[in-house]
């Protein structure tokens, strides 16, 4: 069996979880928006922000529902990571996003919890190597990797910085 990936500091995770550091934070990045900004398309992207928004919320709840030793389904292809999102589901998609990072960020404070292996099976693909505190850091860096794309998504229909500001450079 692979070796198991082990946890990051708790200290880390309560950094990286909300977007410290380095990363402008989810409660900054989706503030300010319309429900139509936050479903349009823009010319030359393939996705809405509230479209990258619920990507990476599909993939947050995946895992967590791995952390609460749920079992849900393996994903058959990538089109099911990628829910549709109308103007009427953008403010509760938001919400769920945002209380999904408060959920990981409770584990945090669990460091018995954080050095547990995540699964104890290879049903998902490689994820039996990860104790439950790298698989936090793994979708962390994932959600990172996509509010960067919400940035572009901002800049490209015309509203970044939002509203109490932002990286600019």
Not at 2 to 17: D, N, T
Not at 58 to 78: C, D, E
Not at 88 to 105: I, N, P, S, T, Y
């Amino acid at each position: 069996m692979p070796e198991l990936l082990e946890s990051p500091p708790a200290g880390l995770l309560k950094e990286i979880i909300p977007g410290g550091g380095g990363f402008v934070g989810p409660d900054n990045l989706l503030e300010g928006l319309t429900p139509e900004q936050a479903t349009t398309v823009p010319k030359g992207l393939p996705h809405s922000l509230a479209g990258i928004v619920a990507h990476a919320h599909f993939w947050q709840n995946w895992v967590y529902q791995i952390i609460l030793g749920n079992a849900p389904q393996p994903v058959p292809n990538a089109k099911v990571g990628w829910p549709e999102v109308g103007p009427e589901g953008w403010e509760k998609l938001k919400g769920e996003f945002e209380e999904g990072l408060e959920a990981f960020l409770a584990l945090t404070s669990k460091p018995q919890t954080l050095s547990q292996p995540l699964i104890p099976s290879g049903r998902y693909h490689g994820w039996e190597r990860y104790t439950v505190g790298a698989a936090i850091a793994v979708i962390s860096m994932h959600t990172a990797h996509h509010l960067g794309q919400v940035i572009t998504v901002r800049q490209a229909i015309g509203v970044w910085p939002p509203p109490s500001g932002g990286y600019t450079w």
